[in-house]
């Protein structure tokens, strides 16, 4: 499995120098089982989906967009996407059930806010709600387990293509469940669930422990917390994801150091997702 990081910000995109490294666009992945082939499964579709155009070298996009929820930085880059507005191109589009999916897309994405609709999309699109559970995506298996995050359902993703395994949690907010053992929210039963012995865990990290006191009831994790879970859960890499817009490069580079110094010896690789990687899992 081939996951290409096309944004790893959170809540708003940024830009300049001081964000060259690690990247400015918000939450998307594509995964593909091979090389040579287009991504069929994209994860999110926050700015970075403008990012994943160069994947699919003038071709459609023929397989689906799968969004753990439906807050802007995880979608304003539908209508920003050529591969997936074009008369050829076949998009299942999938996002945790809450009524009409479709609807609740045209709420954002629509005059006078938007110029179109997501109706007017060119290709033939399917709006669909997704519950907790497992099933086959373009060729993966992909489990998908509800989280606490305020404002809407959010489902994280534990998703195999059989040779390798990652739990994909880009929005996480523990302590709506109570403090837990360190006062950074809870190690709860469907966290663990999903990270449990994943190759890679993809995991929010948006505040510092300095920040998060102040920001917990915004529905993010501590880098802190994203450590601690990934030595609980057996995980064998963790990436920090959907840096905070205030973070700079500088900034990213001494949570990474700590994150590192707090993990010591367990035997968990830690990175700090950047944007424009490529990682093999499996």
């Known amino acids: ?12 995109p940024v830009s300049g120098p001081e964000f060259d490294r690690y990247g400015g666009h918000t939450s998307c992945l594509a995964l593909r089982r091979d090389e040579g082939e287009a991504p069929a499964l ?11 155009v160069r994947l699919f070298e003038d ?13 802007w930085d995880h979608t304003q880059g539908l209508p920003f996407f050529p591969p997936a507005d074009r008369p050829d191109a076949r998009v299942r589009l999938l996002a945790p059930a809450q009524g009409n999916i479709e609807a609740v897309l045209d709420r954002m994405m629509s005059p006078p806010h938007f110029p179109i609709h ?4 060119r290709g033939d699109w399917s709006f669909e709600g997704m519950e907790p559970g497992c099933r086959e995506i373009e060729g993966f298996e992909v489990r998908a387990i509800e989280l606490p995050h305020p404002g ?4 994280g993703y534990r998703i195999s293509d059989g040779s390798g395994t990652m739990a994909y949690v880009s929005d ?15 190690y709860h039963p469907a966290i663990m669930e999903l990270a449990s012995g994943v190759d890679l865990l993809i995991h929010d990290a948006q505040y510092t422990i300095e920040e998060f006191g102040a920001r917990a009831h915004f529905g993010h994790s501590a880098a802190d917390y994203a450590v601690r879970l990934g030595i609980r859960a057996g995980a064998r890499r963790l990436l920090l994801f959907h840096h905070d817009p205030s973070h700079d490069d500088a900034a990213i580079d001494r949570i990474l150091e700590r994150s590192r110094a707090l993990a010591g010896d367990a035997g968990i690789e ?9 990682l093999e899992v499996g």
């Open 1 to 12: 499995m081939r996951v290409n990081l096309c944004g790893v910000r959170g809540s708003t």
């Open 270 to 278: 830690i990175d700090a997702a950047a944007e424009g990687s490529t």
């Open 42 to 52: 994209i994860l999110d579709a926050g700015t970075g989906l403008a990012r994943a």
């Open 59 to 71: 071709g459609p996009l023929r397989g689906t967009i799968l969004l753990g929820h439906l807050h």
């Open 152 to 155: 809407g359902r959010m489902l």
């Open 118 to 121: 997501p109706s007017q999309l």
């Open 172 to 186: 996480h907010g523990p302590i709506a469940l109570g403090p837990g053992p360190d006062g950074l929210g809870e």
